[in-house]
């Protein structure tokens, strides 16, 4: 059975730092792209960030570039993503998802989602 199940979340002012944690079960990293998302109360689901072993590359939406940076840890089939100096405007809860091989940036792509963790960057 696929599942994902994100951790990390919280409060944190802004210009502060959170690793967020998506750890599979039930398939194996190699073969297969993660991505995260994020969705804020009244907008539309958006993707951060995404990472595929198969092309060997990572996509990051342009509002977090510089700032986010996600990696994976096959040993432990998890997918992090690092986010420093947070704004307010990064406030949503964020998802990881599968979809074979490619990423793709539309949240329809992928199959399988973990049930997200909430990030709130406030002062």
């Known amino acids: 059975q696929v599942q994902l199940v994100e951790s990390g979340g919280g409060l944190v002012q802004p210009g502060g730092s959170l690793r967020l944690s998506c750890a599979a079960s039930g398939f194996t990293l190699d073969g297969n792209a993660i991505g995260w998302f994020r969705q804020a109360p009244g907008k539309e689901r958006e993707g951060v960030s995404c990472?595929?072993?198969?092309?060997?590359?990572?996509y990051y939406v342009d509002s977090v570039k510089g700032r986010f940076t996600i990696s994976r840890d096959n040993a432990k089939n998890t997918v992090y993503l690092q986010m420093n100096s947070l704004k307010p405007e990064d406030t949503a809860n964020y998802s990881c998802a599968q979809r074979p091989y490619r990423c793709s940036e539309y949240h329809n792509d992928y199959a399988h989602w973990g049930q997200g963790t909430q990030v709130t960057v406030s002062s």
């Open positions: 990472t595929s072993e198969r092309e060997g590359s990572t």
